[in-house]
């Protein structure tokens, strides 16, 4: 059974702090890696997304992959209470038409 | 920016009926998904459509379920005989053709199953 694993949270971080987000995955032919943000009610809203190992930013979000250690983290730089959610590490499965297995996400709260 | 819109965006069923959710996937995208969220679980995958036929299935879609493409642009789920147990948020979503490209999730529809 393939699977996604992230700490349930809550992660709770003060504003303009960095929150770190964590998921490992026990498919090792995984190839694609996404981070989608949902909150609660409404549907998952891609954030990131990375294939290759090293780090991958996009303003003030870093994502972060390696494979060796099947382990993939979000960064979220300057905190702001409007990121509070519930962040879904997604693995595109290897071969097959690209399902996504999701993890079943971190709270995350950031307070004022 | 374009985006994958489903209706309705909540619908309400006896048990034992049949429910058709629609979805209309962006236009260039060529790989279309429903997914399912039953209330504090994660999201699972249900069914892949790619070149007007599902490429892969879940344990979960059985028999009850299936999925169409009846013109250009809907794609839909129909649940056949619904079960308290299929009340859920039921999430369509479409990518564009290559391996790495993310998937785009409408906003959802709440099934509910009386």
């Known amino acids: 059974q393939k699977e996604v694993e992230q700490n349930s949270g809550p992660l709770s971080v003060p504003e303009g702090a960095i929150a770190s987000l964590n998921c490992t995955y026990s498919d090792r032919g995984s190839q694609s890696f996404f981070w989608y943000r949902q909150y609660s009610g409404k549907s998952p809203e891609l954030i990131m997304f990375i294939y290759s190992n090293g780090d991958k930013e996009d303003g003030r979000f870093t994502a972060q992959l390696n494979k060796a250690s099947q382990y993939v983290s979000l960064l979220i730089r300057d905190s702001q209470p409007s990121d509070s959610a519930t962040y879904l590490c997604a693995v595109n499965t290897a071969g097959g038409y690209n399902k996504l297995i999701f993890g079943a996400g971190t709270r995350l709260a950031v307070h004022p | 920016e374009p985006e994958v819109t489903q209706t309705p965006s909540h619908q309400v069923t006896q048990m034992g009926q049949e429910v058709i959710l629609r979805c209309v996937p962006i236009?260039?995208?060529?790989?279309f998904y429903w997914y399912r969220q039953i209330l504090g679980q994660k999201v699972e995958f249900l069914v892949s459509?790619?070149?007007?036929?599902?490429?892969?299935k879940s344990e979960i879609f059985d028999d009850q379920f299936s999925v169409e493409r009846p013109d250009g642009s809907n794609f839909t789920l129909k649940i056949r005989s619904t079960k308290l147990e299929d009340s859920a948020m039921y999430f369509c979503a479409s990518r564009r053709y290559g391996s790495n490209q993310p998937q785009h999730f409408g906003d959802g529809t709440r099934l509910s199953i009386l």
């Open positions: 236009s260039n995208h060529l790989y």
């Open positions: 459509f790619y070149n007007n036929e599902i490429s892969e």
